[in-house]
């Protein structure tokens, strides 16, 4: 095993910041941890690399319990956010400095520079100052410098959140390919569901100090457990609906309410939650009995795509439609078209709906 | 047409901002000149009216001699004490929160508030012969106020916040990540501070250093107070230059005033010339 925490709890005065979190990574595997911004992603990498003491709980680095390691003697590379370079050395001591602090030899330092340099392509750039690097060279060798001492692990603290776009999904993209060179346990923090779908083996998703669900990118996407999954990667649409007689209503009464196409083992009355994706939404011109009738009400050109908002009994809904279709089918504004779910998810509205509301509406999801 | 209206319009009132761009320079650099200059010429004149040889002579004698000694003495410690505790206390103030931070942050520009006289006065309440302090060491043998301990203390107390102040905000800019990320590379504490640290805060550190100097070669209402100005024992140049001057010794205090100026002149030359080779 790469790296194991188990039951890590961590507070700071009142506040929970990580709450009984225990997962493992395999080695040689990239995980991320993605989550909203207090969601104790960064407090569970800084105990990770020692940078933190847990008030309870353990962590094992390649089997080892490492807790009362202090954080020279755990060998693990951190990237952070900002880079953090040493402003003062240039990017070649920059990248030695583990190795000299390790007092390994000048013919060995020289040579595994060399290699650093040219892993993150800055052959060239090693006599330069860090204040003469772009953003993302820069992250490039705050890279190269924990990759140096050949570390046990590599923990990733936001690491392109500090550049812009095009940047930030090269870097991405390249590091997917670095990691599949280096083969080192990697754990990267995220807030950017996309970033984490891209590049990652395994994703945790933490919510309020604790993980609501761990798995493949896939399973995430297309199967989460939990609300807050389901409404945090990718873009959903949140409807909140009332179970009555099996039968699933939302809408506001006063439009005229409607009855939503779910399909559940066990219906039972009360308050409940239907996640939609916009992709999972399928527009069709020949309305036929039974269909949702929605009209369109907006559309907006996304480049790659279209999305397009309808609006039925007084919820809007966003789709995406690719473009072959959009042009095909000739969508216009205030249309009357058909809706049809391809896939959804249905939450049953247990304790802690409001907290999560909460949550929804912060991000945007709901107004 | 509506262009050329606009140009037209713009010219004139271009050309008075232009006019008026260099009369602000003017006013403003020659107020420093007059400020600064004028009072510096002055004195160089003075000190050398007489020609070189009358220069030197004003700077003869075991007195003046004793007083540059006291002085560059005093300078050192007081720099090399200062340095050190102000290096730490800004260390303290930046990355530890401790009860009444705030307020101890605020206690520590005191020395800059309080006017050096008063300062001096303290020091005598505290270590004069009758003083809390004073009697219980006096007892012991050792004499603070009108000693050369005494010179140090004061001299210590009013070059207090230069190494803190600037040293803080190069500090805070740089945050701990840089601490940090040294840690997990395997530095420990000292080694990060010495290889981290140290060198990224270098520039405060020299700034405040210069300005330490600078204050300790130059105090002298503190010094005045607490030393008793002993010639040949505690008194400073600066202590020094103030004697000629009142003894009508009118050669000897300017010649010692350039001197003494033009020991902190070159620092600050000196300084100005490192930051330049650095490109800073």
Known sequence: ?367 | MEHSIAAVQVRPSAKRKSWKHGAMTAGTLGWFLILVLLPVAALLMEACQSGPIAFLRGLQGEAAAYAFWLTLWTTILAVVINTIMGVLLAILLVRYPFPGKTLFDGIVDLPFAVSPVVAGFMFIVLFGPQGVLGRWFEAGGIKIVFALPGVVLATLFVTLPFVTREVVPVLREMGREPEEVAFTLGAGRWQTFWKVTLPTIRWGLIYGITLTTARALGEFGAVLVVSGNIIKRTQTATLHIHQEFTDFHYQGAFSASVVLGGISFVLLLLTEFWKKRHKL
């Open chain 1, 1 to 367: 095993m790469g790296i194991a925490v188990k039951d890590l709890t961590k507070r700071f005065g009142d506040f929970t910041a990580v709450d009984h979190v225990s997962f493992e990574v395999e080695q040689g595997k990239l995980v991320a941890l993605l989550g909203p911004s207090g969601s104790g992603k960064t407090t569970i990498l800084r105990i990770i690399a020692g940078l933190e003491e847990p008030d309870e709980g353990a962590v094992y680095l390649t089997g080892t319990d490492a807790t009362s390691w202090p954080a020279q003697k755990r060998n693990v590379g951190f990237v952070f956010q900002h880079y953090a370079l040493f402003k003062h050395m240039t990017v070649r001591r920059n990248i030695a400095f583990g190795l000299e602090v390790q007092k390994r030899s000048r013919k060995e330092i020289r040579e595994r520079v060399e290699e650093l340099l040219q892993l993150v392509k800055l052959e060239g750039y090693g006599d330069r100052y860090p204040t003469q690097l772009s953003g993302g060279q820069r992250q490039r060798v705050a890279l190269a410098r924990a990759l140096a001492p050949k570390p046990r692990v590599l923990l990733l603290d936001e690491p392109f959140g500090a550049l812009d776009a095009k940047v930030r999904q090269n870097l991405a993209a390249w590091l997917r390919e670095l990691h599949h060179q280096v083969q080192v346990t990697s754990i990267f923090v995220t807030h950017d569901q996309e970033e984490a779908i891209e590049i990652s083996d395994r994703i945790a998703v933490l919510n309020r100090g604790k993980v609501e669900q761990i798995g493949k990118p896939e399973e995430i996407y297309d199967r989460p457990l939990t609300k807050f999954v389901a409404s945090f990667i990718g873009h959903a649409n949140v409807i909140e609906a009332t179970v009555q007689g099996g039968r699933v209503l939302a809408g506001e009464p006063a439009r005229g309410r409607i009855e939503l196409p779910i399909v559940e083992e066990k219906l039972e009355s009360g308050e409940a939650v239907v996640l939609v994706r916009p992709e999972d939404i399928v527009l069709a011109s020949d309305i036929q009995n039974g269909d949702l009738k929605a009209s369109i009400v907006g559309i907006r050109y996304r480049g790659d795509e279209y999305e397009i908002t309808v609006e039925l009994a007084g919820l809007a809904l966003r789709v995406t439609e690719d473009k072959e279709r959009f042009v095909a089918e000739g969508w216009n504004l205030t249309q009357e078209v058909a809706v049809r779910f391809s896939r959804y998810r249905f939450f049953r509205a247990e304790e802690g709906h409001d907290a999560i509301r909460e949550r929804l509406r912060s991000l945007g999801y709901i107004e």
